[in-house]
């Protein structure tokens, strides 16, 4: 039997999930439609599910970027159970009053004129949709359901298990 997977248009569902696992991996296609990911640190997600990146203005993903906005993005924290996947639209910022609000002093390795760098910009990510895998991590659990499967040869469904598809438009 297949397993029911919730709905939402919520969001804020995919970003309380996301808000503290600063590396994500960003997806691009290249230019013979090939699939390239690299890992992106993110900036403090917005409200309205935008999201933000730096990079250099003659990186592989701009170019990338350029050709199609279709973007995903893959973010993970293993030792809680949590798995998220966003497919969104990327688009290419130069705004330097933006570039300056988002700038933090710890880029500076990668962009060592600071917020003037003449090579920086922002990726700018709006969620198309997403879907997260959020199962609780307690080693006791796990064994239960483990202990439970082998039992009656059932999947164990342990509570507080969300499996969520989100829509936002």
Partial sequence: MAEQVAQSHDVTKLI?????????????ADADGGL?????????PEA????????EKDSAKIYE??????????????????????????SIVTDQAKIKELYTEGLR?????GSDDPNIALLKINIDRGEYWDQPSNVLVRAFGYVKAV????????????HAQVNPK
């Fill in 109 to 113: 390795a990668w962009f060592p004129k």
């Fill in 151 to 162: 039992a009656t040869g059932e999947r164990y469904q342990p509570t507080g298990d969300e």
């Fill in 16 to 28: 309380d999930r996301i808000k503290d696992i600063k590396i994500a991996m960003l997806t691009t």
């Fill in 36 to 44: 390239h990911s690299r890992p992106m640190y993110t900036q403090k």
């Fill in 65 to 90: 970027v350029r050709k199609d906005q279709h973007v995903n993005l893959g973010y993970s924290k293993p030792d809680d159970n949590l798995y998220v996947s966003i497919s969104g639209t990327a």
């Fill in 48 to 55: 309205d599910g935008t999201l933000w990146f730096f990079t």
